[in-house]
């Protein structure tokens, strides 16, 4: 048996939601031989991404500890849990993240590796919808296009804050581009269910499970999701996301410049 390891802080790039052909990059590799090269097979590991700051850098808003617990604890047990499905079943061997959570998600009737593939793209999603100095006002082509689907930024922020604070249980608040409206919706998601498995393309997220917000607010939750809006969203992110989705979404005006 031979085994190969690269570097466990290079995982796959989950975020391409819109090329289907990307094939991600795997932490680990193993290859099992039986009696010939012919026979060999491939069991692929996806990696724990690193958030695109260090772990103090979104104090006040979000503190240290709450990324140490939630992005240094709780999302490595998805990773884990992820590892483990796919080394019990190559038939999933192959697929984007992306991929892998549509089907999985098996139209409705998830199959047991949906949890944590899901979980993983969320919580690389959420890391990378926030900044640090984030919050304020977009620019250009996205403020242009949130005005144009909801009237008003003010309008829109009314409805994601409102979105968290009536989600039931726990569950993510999302800004997506619907393809077939080609307009920018909010949209309100339970447990860990992601806009991906509707066709939606995601373009920021806010993760409403108490674990990411309990530490520096308790149960404040409309605090948190101002927050969020005020000081942490990263609309650089939006913007890179907006500008990769219209390369497959029609808009018209305004045309989105590339981050």
Known sequence: MGSVTCNPLAPPSTHLLLN????PKFCHSR????????????IAYYGLKTPPYKLDALEPYMSKRTLEVHWGELHPGYVEGLNKHLAKDDVLYGYTLDELVKVSYNSGNPLPVFNNAVQV??????????????????????????EKDFGSFTNFKEKFIEAALTLFGSGYVWLVLKREERRLA????????????????????????????????????????????????????????????????????PKIPIA
């Open 121 to 146: 793209w969320n919580h690389d999603f959420f890391w990378e919808s926030m900044q640090p100095g984030g919050g304020d006002i977009p620019k250009y082509g996205v403020l242009e296009q949130i």
């Open 186 to 253: 909010v949209v309100k998601t339970s447990n860990a269910i992601n806009p991906l498995v509707w066709n939606d393309i995601p373009i920021i997220s806010l993760d409403m499970w108490e674990h990411a917000y309990y530490l520096d607010y308790k149960n404040d939750k409309g605090t948190y999701a101002n927050v969020f809006m005020n000081h942490l969203v990263s609309w650089n992110a939006a913007m890179s996301r907006m500008a990769r989705a219209e390369a497959f979404v029609n808009l018209g005006e």
């Open 31 to 42: 290859r099992q031989l039986h009696g010939s090269q012919r026979a060999s097979k491939i």
């Open 20 to 23: 289907p052909l990307k094939i």
